[in-house]
């Protein structure tokens, strides 16, 4: 199991990026949140098997029609046991 912290900056907020991220990851049967930031970014936490979670970083480095990702900064973290998936 690993945990990764993305920041995802560009054109990602009121596109539905959040809710589309929580869907990948779920259908990936990852833990984690994803939230809007202050800034205009998003930041998504991911917990899991490495090939789900790179599967869905995958994901958040081109967003869902209608966004527009300018860049991804991944931290690797240490697992928290987190159990579910929570769009704040």
């Given amino acids: 199991m690993i945990r990764r912290r993305l920041l995802v900056r560009g054109f990602v907020q009121g596109v539905g990026f959040r809710f589309a991220v929580a869907r990948r990851a779920e259908s990936a049967g ?28 995958s994901f958040c480095a081109e967003g869902p029609r209608g966004a527009r990702v300018d860049a991804v900064e991944a931290t690797d973290e240490v697992p928290e046991g987190l159990r579910d998936f929570r769009v704040r």
């Fill in 30 to 57: 990852l833990a984690g949140s994803v939230r809007n930031l202050p800034d205009g970014g998003v930041e998504v936490v991911l917990e899991g098997r490495q090939d789900a979670v790179e599967l869905v970083t």
